[in-house]
């Protein structure tokens, strides 16, 4: 959409003035206006990682185990905010895809720690820079400082 023109509620608003009127109450709601970025971002990141095939999931514990080889799977999924039975599911997922690769821990046997294929390597290397485009798209809307700003702001929502 162009700057004049947004979506609300499923229907177009010609002008952004106008957005306020057509949701009604909605708009002073924080979470609402949180879900239709949400929505954006979300919608954004799917056209750029299509053709990679990846989630944000995916990539993410990609990336994670990346910068630590040998993370326990458990770990990786407190770290990620995810239940185990997501992290077992994506690691699968990656795994059968030949992306990850699952060994006991040498540390501790009741533990499977996780670790990249050179596949898996290549498959982030792709992702990262879908990721640097996503970003500067998403970025591209704020100054230096909102950005600084906003993460903060959103971190104190999901810490």
Not at 28 to 50: D, K
Not at 56 to 81: C, F, H, M, T, Y
Not at 116 to 128: H, I, P, S
Request: aromatic share 6%; hydrophobic share 40%.
């Amino acid at each position: 959409m162009d700057g004049n023109h947004s979506v609300a509620s499923g229907a177009l608003i010609k002008n952004k003035d106008d957005a306020g009127d057509a949701i009604g109450a909605l708009d002073s709601i924080v979470g609402f206006h949180i879900r239709l970025a949400h929505g954006a971002v979300y919608r954004h990141f799917n056209e750029t990682f299509a053709d990679l095939g990846l989630t944000q999931k995916q990539v993410s514990i990609l990336w994670l185990v990346s910068d630590q080889p040998q993370i326990a799977q458990i770990e990786l999924g407190n770290r990620l905010q995810m239940d185990r039975a997501t992290t077992m599911t994506i690691v699968n997922r990656l795994e059968e895809r030949g992306y990850l690769q699952r060994k006991r821990s040498p540390n501790d046997g009741r533990k499977q720690a996780l670790s990249l294929t050179r596949a898996g390597e290549k498959v982030l290397d792709q992702a990262k820079h879908c990721i640097e485009s996503h970003e500067n798209w998403l970025k591209s809307r704020f100054t230096d400082e909102e950005i600084e700003k906003l993460v903060e702001m959103l971190a104190r929502i999901h810490d």
